[in-house]
């Protein structure tokens, strides 16, 4: 299974944005977004949020990683 957190860290340093800029898109703190990366799971109501933000579908990365683990 995807490491949600970690999947968000990636996808935010691929699109060179700053820890400071991602606070400010979800109205919370540096430290709230540190946290955030740290999830192995999050609210789907707070990863839509973050989807829309850096325009990228978490939800497709996590059945895709559904799917290789049922191939296993």
Known sequence: MVHVGLLIKRILRSQG???TWFATQL???RPNVYKIFQ???I???LLCHISRILNHDFFQDISESI???DKK
Do not use: L, P
């Open 17 to 19: 944005r700053s820890v």
């Open 67 to 69: 799917n290789e683990s």
């Open 39 to 41: 999830k192995e799971n």
């Open 43 to 45: 609210d789907i109501h």
């Open 27 to 29: 109205c919370c703190t």
